[in-house]
């Protein structure tokens, strides 16, 4: 991918969620939620303080993180369906 995005800012490519429930029942594609997790692809260099220092990113690429069911901006880059979101927006990082 030659994107990189700035700032502050995460590239982030959606985990697929299950295609069943833990009862067995299949959820057609109409019906699932979109998944909050993903992993990171990208990073920007982090966030420029008032006093103009730069404040470092706590994430890296390949992180998984999980992120609020709102966040971030839908994109299609290099035909993946991918989000941008400050990093603020990510709840953490699963482990």
Known sequence: MKFKPLH????????????K??????IPDTAKEKPSEGEVVAVGPGEVTEDGKLKAMNVKPGDKIL??????????LDGS???????SDIMGIIE
């Open 81 to 87: 369906d991918l989000l941008i979101m400050k990093e």
């Open 8 to 19: 502050d800012r995460v590239v982030v490519k959606r985990l697929e969620s299950d295609e």
């Open 21 to 26: 429930t833990a009862g067995g029942i299949i």
């Open 67 to 76: 992120f609020g069911k709102w966040s971030g901006t839908e994109v299609k």
